[in-house]
Structure formats: structure tokens, C-alpha cells
């Protein structure tokens, strides 16, 4: 039976015309309808942050609030100095501009895509989703996902602006930015799995340690 017939026959049987199927797509890609939001996230942002920054912690991500950019690299050394690391790899991100690095000379980094021997990498993420503690990351010129997965531990930088509630909310921003990423990748707190006899093991796909940094 040609695959013609077979899809003649389940619409058929779901008492669907032969293009109906795919006008519900058009219509349904066309409409953006948005899922069931539970009521977890709100309107102030602060209180996004708040939630957002629970969630992560729930998640394994470790949180550390910051007032301006400008105290970014201050964090830096800190949890450099945690890791016992000398250096890190940095995202070419437009947002590192306003920020005075040579200030910090004992600070060492590079600039650039993931490579092994790195470590430590920093990145921004395009937003954050409160409901569930996610930083949603967008593979681009400005955030090489390789950052994301190689290095033991990721430091993603988010605006405190940027947290929304929901993934519904994280796609509708995407939209409206009208920006078309090559991926678009969901971070949860740090890689594990329970494959190996059923016991977690962190780090095994990624990083061991996703530290998160709010701004604001």
C-alpha cells in the first residue's frame, strides 16, 4: 500500500478532508497559541527573579546576584579562585563592552569559541524562564554553543529583565526579537545522568557546575 493511501485512510478514519491536516498547521503555526501556564510566575520582575533563581538552585545551578555589569568581574576572581582556575573563555558578546577589564589584571581570560582545554567559559543566555530555573541560550555569532557544553563549568550572565515566566513567554520574546538562531538550547542546572547502575552522576554530558550570575 503506497504511503498516499495510508495517510487517505487515517484521514478517513479521522474524518478529516485531504487538506484539512494542513491547514490546522498553517493556521496553528501561524497563531502562536500558548500552552497551560501554571500559575507560578508574575508581573514584577523582581519576583520573577526571585522564583527564577529558587528554581535553579533546586535544579543544582548555584546563583549569586549582582547590582551592575560592572561587579561582574569581581565575581569572576571569586569563583575562579573557588575552582582553583587561573583563566577563562569568554563569549564574544557586545554586552562585555561596558565593562572595565583592565581594571582587573589578575583577571585572565580569552575570547572565542569552546575549545577542550577550557575549563571555565562565560556566556549570556537570551532569557531565563522562572517557572522551571532554565536559561534558554541562542547558538549565534554572539554565544558559540560549544562554551555551553565543554568546559567543567559554565557561568551564564542574565539581565535580571530577562527572566520571564514561562517557555511561552521565552518563545513569544524570540519572536518578537526576530532573531534566527542556528539552535536554541534549554539549560537546567548542570549535566547528569542516572544511566551508570542508577546512581547520578553530575557532569557526564557537560558541565559539572552551571553557575548562574543575575544582574540587577
Not at 493511501?5 to 502562536?32: D, F, G, M, P, V
Request: glycine share 6%; hydrophobic share 40%.
Amino acid at each position: 500500500m503506497s504511503r498516499e493511501k495510508i495517510l487517505t485512510r487515517i484521514r478517513a478514519n479521522l474524518h478529516r478532508k485531504s487538506t484539512s491536516l494542513s491547514s490546522e498547521w498553517q493556521q496553528r503555526l501561524h497563531s502562536h497559541p500558548r500552552g497551560v501556564i501554571p500559575q507560578r510566575g508574575s508581573e514584577d520582575f523582581k519576583e520573577r527573579a526571585r522564583l527564577f533563581a529558587e528554581r535553579a538552585r533546586e535544579a543544582g545551578a548555584t546563583v549569586e546576584e549582582i547590582t551592575t555589569l560592572k561587579r561582574l568581574p569581581s565575581a569572576l576572581l571569586t569563583l575562579l579562585q573557588q575552582e582553583r582556575e587561573t583563566h577563562l573563555r569568554l563569549s564574544p558578546d557586545p554586552l562585555w563592552k561596558s565593562i572595565a577589564w583592565e581594571h582587573y589584571p589578575s583577571l585572565l581570560f580569552s575570547t572565542g569559541e569552546g575549545r577542550n582545554e577550557d575549563r571555565v567559559s562565560v556566556t549570556s543566555c537570551f532569557c531565563a524562564i522562572a517557572e522551571t530555573g532554565t536559561v534558554m541560550i541562542l547558538n549565534d555569532a554572539h554565544t558559540p554553543v560549544a562554551l555551553c557544553f565543554l568546559a567543567e563549568v559554565h557561568i551564564v550572565v542574565i539581565l535580571i529583565e530577562y527572566v520571564v515566566n514561562g517557555y511561552e513567554d521565552a518563545w513569544d520574546r524570540l519572536r518578537e526579537k526576530n532573531v534566527n538562531p542556528s539552535s536554541v538550547h534549554f539549560i537546567t542546572g548542570p549535566s547528569r545522568t542516572g544511566d551508570i547502575e542508577q546512581k547520578i552522576m553530575i557532569g557526564a554530558h557537560g558541565p559539572r557546575r552551571v553557575h548562574v550570575v543575575l544582574v540587577g
